[in-house]
């Protein structure tokens, strides 16, 4: 008798699909049960994946997270302008949901562990690690604890007669979901390497783009998007016509250099045509409608919101917080924005909301309805105490 049933997060990819049958040869379990998650990838994505655990796993379950995904990560994140480190995150978002839907599927089929496939340096362990470890379940990670390269993992991979969607000329890990769309590995990792136009896939490049800018309305209700130029439609369709209009004119790519969890900087790769455009254009609406004091503090809480969603630290009583401010700053935060997408760029033309105080009247040069000579007493007391030390100098 061995171990029992271990079940995999499981992806088709190199990683994950190595790690079948190390968990039987090397860590002597009996059964080995995948779970692929559906969060938005594309559909071929997830057919390779069923296809492929179907085939090397006893058991395979896929789930389909696409609305629970979009409702649970994505729609807070744009409440929260989720930026870490100035670019939109995809991948953190949907690890925590990824890992609470195997720990299901763990109690369904009595297992007592769960695994990934996730190397020792990254941010995912982590992400998965907590949710696991708060189910109470042992984690078996066979590539951080082997200390694996990807090398000896592809050649792993050809001995076992597993088919793998990367090679040694091209070893490129690529991760996705509606959100978006990371690749690194290779040569990717010197910061130096200019990376070739095959490696991306949702982005044309700007330089290719049309000569002709496209313009659009996006709608806000509470914080949320609801309609393309006028038409209502669910955050998952609008999401993936965002991504497919602003990623044919270059809009969304990121190469940057990255702090991870650990400490260690890497450089990371992106594409997120659809949060570049959404994130600009709702940033750009709570400036308009929130109170100078309210925008002030919440860009904090913003900060923080995204430091531990990158984290993974969705169990985090901070969290729930957090969330309770942003969510009651984004009650006012309805209206309209223009934008032009433009080769690689978004940019907001304009921006109206029945929620906003602003007041042409008392803001313009050309009104006296606020009398200009009631700042004047004010003026004497500006920058009062810098004088007065100033003066002694």
Not at 143 to 160: L, Q, S, V
Not at 343 to 358: I, Q
Request: aromatic share 10%.
């Amino acid at each position: 008798m061995g171990k029992g049933t271990v079940v995999l997060a499981y992806s088709g990819g190199l990683d994950t699909s190595i790690c079948i049958p190390l968990l039987k040869e090397q860590y002597g379990y009996d059964r080995v049960v995948t779970v692929a998650a559906n969060v938005g990838q594309r559909d071929e994505e997830i057919a390779v994946a069923e296809e492929k655990g179907k085939k090397l796993a006893d058991k395979h379950y896929t789930v389909d997270l696409r609305k629970e995904f979009v409702d649970r990560c994505l729609f807070p994140s744009i409440r929260a302008n989720g930026l870490y480190e100035g670019y939109p995150m995809g991948t953190s978002l949907a690890r925590p949901v990824i890992a609470e839907a195997v720990v299901e599927i763990a109690k369904k089929e009595g297992a007592t562990a769960v695994a990934h496939g996730c190397t020792g340096k990254g941010n995912d362990q982590l992400r998965f690690d907590v949710v696991f470890r708060s189910a109470g379940l042992e984690v078996i990670a066979p590539i951080r604890e082997n200390n694996m390269t990807r090398e000896w993992e592809i050649g792993y991979a050809e001995e076992h007669g597993i088919p793998v969607p990367v090679n040694k000329e091209k070893p490129w890990s690529v991760d996705e979901n509606l959100w978006s769309r990371s690749v690194e590995g290779g040569r990717l990792e010197e910061p130096d390497f200019h990376p070739p136009e095959e490696i991306y896939a949702w982005t044309v490049s700007p330089l290719k783009a049309p000569d002709t800018p496209q313009e659009i309305t996006l709608t806000f209700e509470k914080g949320l998007p609801v309609a393309f130029n006028g038409k209502r439609m669910s955050g998952y369709d609008l999401i993936r016509e965002m991504n497919r209009i602003a990623g044919s004119h270059g809009i969304g790519r990121n190469d940057m250099m990255e702090n991870r969890v650990l400490g260690i900087k890497a450089r990371e790769i992106y594409e997120h045509p659809a949060a570049n455009v959404l994130l600009t254009a709702h940033a750009d609406l709570e400036r308009l409608i929130l109170t100078r004091e309210e925008y002030a503090f919440k860009q904090s809480v913003d900060a923080k919101w995204a430091q531990l969603a990158y984290y993974g630290l969705i169990y985090e009583p901070l969290w729930d917080a957090l969330n309770a401010f942003i969510d009651t700053t984004q009650q006012r935060v309805n209206g309209t924005v223009d934008l032009r997408l433009y080769k690689g760029t978004a940019t907001v033309l304009g921006r109206s909301s029945p929620d906003s105080f602003y007041s042409v009247d008392v803001a313009s040069f050309d009104s006296k309805t606020i009398d200009q000579t009631h700042a004047i007493g004010f003026s004497h007391y500006y920058g009062l105490q810098a004088r007065l030390i100033r003066s002694k100098k």
